[in-house]
C-alpha cells in the first residue's frame, strides 16, 4: 500500500511565500515523475509544476519564475517553494507521483489528499 500525505498550505498575505511537500511512503520500488497540480473553485484541475526522475522540471506559465519543484528521491518526497504569491494562486493544491509498488508492477498514479493555498490581505 501506498501513501502520499501532503503538508505546508495555508494563508498568506499577496507577496508571500509558501513551501508545499509531498511525503511517499509504503510499498515502493521507483518514483518516476512528480508533478504538482492545483484546483481553484469552478475550474479545472490544472498542471503547475513538474519533475521528472531524469531531473527535468516543467512549470505553468503563470508561475514560472515564481515557483520552484525539488525533490528528495532518499526520502520520496517532492517540493514546491511558491514565491511572489498572488490571489490567483489561491487553490487546492495536490500532488501526484508515479510510482511502482514493486520490481514487476506497472507505473500507477498516486494522489495526495490535497493542501488548501489561499493568499489574500
Known amino acids: 500500500q501506498v501513501r502520499l500525505v501532503e503538508s505546508g498550505g495555508g494563508l498568506v498575505q499577496p507577496g508571500g511565500s509558501l513551501r508545499l511537500s509531498c511525503a511517499a511512503s509504503?510499498?515502493?520500488?521507483?518514483?518516476?515523475?512528480m508533478d504538482w497540480y492545483r484546483q481553484a473553485p469552478g475550474k479545472q484541475r490544472e498542471l503547475v509544476a513538474g519533475s521528472t526522475d531524469g531531473g527535468n522540471t516543467n512549470y505553468a506559465g503563470s508561475v514560472k519564475g515564481r515557483f520552484t519543484i525539488s525533490r528528495d528521491n532518499a526520502k520520496n518526497t517532492v517540493y514546491l517553494q511558491m514565491n511572489s504569491l498572488k490571489p490567483e494562486d489561491t487553490a487546492v493544491y495536490y500532488c501526484?507521483?508515479?510510482?511502482?509498488?514493486?520490481?514487476?508492477?506497472?507505473?500507477?498514479?498516486?494522489w495526495g489528499q490535497g493542501s488548501q493555498v489561499t493568499v489574500s490581505s
Open positions: 501526484q507521483l508515479d510510482i511502482r509498488a514493486t520490481r514487476f508492477s506497472p507505473t500507477y498514479p498516486y
Open positions: 509504503g510499498s515502493i520500488f521507483s518514483i518516476g515523475a
